[in-house]
């Protein structure tokens, strides 16, 4: 199900993905940081709110952060639920779970959906899928490293060459559907790129060493887009560098936004 607003003048949106809340390696020091520390009158789970649909392994910290959510519900927030490949079959806390969310501002269309719709992979070979999740959650079950896992993680969405697969079928997707902006989560590698006039924005994830997500503002003049957390991955960084120098320095911020820290 999508849901498009009507035109939005001003307002700001804080998109945070990929919490895998039930994860032995799930952040939830910096979900409640970025949700204490943070000003923003919408928030968007973009997708994969849940590690599993087995909800049993939600453990008191992890219900926290379900508690602070429900807390900014009742404040009067607006809460905006995306679906993710993780958690498809699990009903959000409340109002409905969307499979993308269109708000339209003077600076153009910004589509939110979770991303996994653009990787092929987990379509074609569920079997393989599972058994890298359940190996995964293994890993990091008996190997109480968040380096070691996350290294395993992002090893293998490169290999599978998932990023920069997403982000291509992401931009198809959005100049498809007069998106200016397209902002996805899934593959747990934060990152902004522009072309041909349409930007993609991927907020990252909230495992392991991550603390990640993108605050979007506008008014009439201008959209501002910052990082709630500039808290970087050593694995990102290192895949962000291959990835520059793969492309010739053809990654570019879209002119029209303008890029801040809030540290």
């Known amino acids: 199900m999508t849901q498009t607003l009507p035109l939005r003048t001003s307002g700001s949106l804080l998109v ?11 952040n939830v020091g ?10 923003f009158d919408t ?14 392994r939600l453990r008191r910290p992890h219900r926290e952060v379900l508690s602070a959510i429900w807390d900014l519900h009742n404040r009067k927030k607006k809460v905006v639920w995306i679906r993710g490949n ?21 600076h153009g ?3 939110i959906l979770h991303g996994h719709q653009f990787d092929n992979f987990i379509r074609k070979y569920p079997l393989t899928t599972e058994l890298a999740s359940r190996t995964y959650y293994y890993i990091q079950r008996c190997v109480r490293s968040n380096r070691f896992s996350e290294y395993v993680k992002y090893s293998s969405k490169s290999w599978l060459n998932v990023i920069r697969k997403v982000r291509s079928r992401a931009l198809d997707y959005a100049a498809k559907h007069d998106l200016s902006f397209v902002i996805c989560g899934h593959v747990h590698h934060r990152e902004v790129f522009a072309e041909d006039g349409r930007t993609y924005i ?6 392991d060493t991550a603390a990640e997500g993108v605050l979007l503002d506008w008014d009439a003049n201008n959209i501002r887009m910052t990082y709630p957390s500039v808290v970087h991955t050593y694995v990102e960084d290192y ?25």
């Open 16 to 26: 945070l993905s990929d919490l895998h809340l039930g994860s032995p390696n799930c």
């Open 30 to 39: 910096g979900i409640l940081d970025i949700l204490r520390d943070t000003r």
């Open 43 to 56: 928030l968007v789970i973009n997708g994969d709110t849940y590690d599993n649909p087995n909800l049993h």
């Open 86 to 106: 993780h958690d498809a079959d699990i009903l959000p806390l409340f109002n409905e779970t969307l499979d993308e969310y269109i708000v339209p501002t003077p």
């Open 109 to 111: 269309r910004i589509g």
């Open 202 to 207: 991927n907020t990252g994830s909230f495992m």
């Open 239 to 263: 895949l962000t560098q291959q990835d520059q120098s793969t492309r010739r320095g053809s990654l570019r911020v879209d002119p029209r936004v303008v890029m801040t820290s809030m540290i």
